[in-house]
């Protein structure tokens, strides 16, 4: 059983900086990818980055020089360093998880972590 498990949201002010934590059961090799997801209030979830397992990263065009994504294979948590946070970046963060086999692909969630930039 796949358990992922969020930390590190906060209110924070305009311009501020948050690191979002996703601690995984289990060692995260075993994910194809891993991802940072969120989804504002009266809006559909959105992705916001993604690493594999690899290192190769993506990110939406509206977190570019913002945001990183990073990954601790040795500690099994995945991250995101958020930074100049703007209002349009409250939401609650999902930290999702992805697992490939021929046919079907398996997706896990944990249970979010509220992000609110507010002065």
């Known amino acids: 059983q796949v358990q992922l498990v969020e930390s590190g949201g906060d209110l924070v002010q305009p311009g501020g900086s948050l690191r979002l934590s996703c601690a995984a059961s289990?060692?995260?090799?075993?994910?194809?990818?891993m991802g940072w997801y969120r989804q504002g209030s009266g809006k559909e979830r959105e992705l916001v980055a993604r690493?594999?397992?690899?290192?190769?990263?993506t990110s939406i065009d509206s977190v570019k020089g913002r945001f990183t994504i990073s990954r601790d294979n040795a500690k099994n948590m995945v991250y995101l360093e958020m930074n100049n946070l703007k209002s349009e970046d409250t939401a609650v963060y999902y930290c999702?998880?992805?697992?490939?086999?021929?046919?079907?692909?398996?997706?896990?969630w944990g249970q979010g972590t509220q992000v609110t930039v507010s002065s």
């Open positions: 999702e998880a992805e697992i490939r086999r021929p046919g079907a692909i398996f997706n896990y």
């Open positions: 289990g060692s995260i090799f075993s994910f194809d990818a």
């Open positions: 690493i594999t397992r690899d290192g190769r990263t």
